[in-house]
Nanobody
Framework: QVQLVESGGGLVQPGGSLRLSCAAS????????MGWYRQAPGKERELVAT???????KYADSVKGRFTISRDNAKNTVSLQMNSLKPEDTAVYYC?????????????WGQGTQVTVSS
């Protein structure tokens, strides 16, 4: 069982930066992928970035070069550094983790944190 809690959302001006953090607890060693999703009003939830247990990262084209996902295994934390923010980045951001329990695969989700990019 894995639980996730996000933090770090807020209001920022276009071009600004924000860092989101996600703290994981529970069966941490069973997590093999963590990521960040976002959902804007009226839109479907979309994948922003992922990082594997080995540190391999992937990004949505819309955030490449601006966002950086990272993990701190000692602190059981995954972060999303967001730079050069744009109004279209405005969304609720959700932390996600995929993990194994016995032979089954599970997905854990955080409660979400609001990011608003506006002048």
């Amino acid at each position: 069982q894995v639980q996730l809690v996000e933090s770090g959302g807020g209001l920022v001006q276009p071009g600004g930066s924000l860092r989101l953090s996600c703290a994981a607890s529970g069966s941490i060693s069973s997590i093999y992928v963590m990521g960040w999703y976002r959902q804007a009003p009226g839109k479907e939830r979309e994948l922003v970035a992922t990082i594997t247990s080995g540190g391999i990262t992937k990004y949505a084209d819309s955030v490449k070069g601006r966002f950086t996902i990272s993990r701190d295994n000692a602190k059981n934390t995954v972060s999303l550094q967001m730079n050069s923010l744009k109004p279209e980045d405005t969304a609720v951001y959700y932390c996600n983790a995929h993990y194994y329990s016995t032979i089954y695969d599970y997905a854990a989700w955080g409660q979400g944190t609001q990011v608003t990019v506006s002048s």
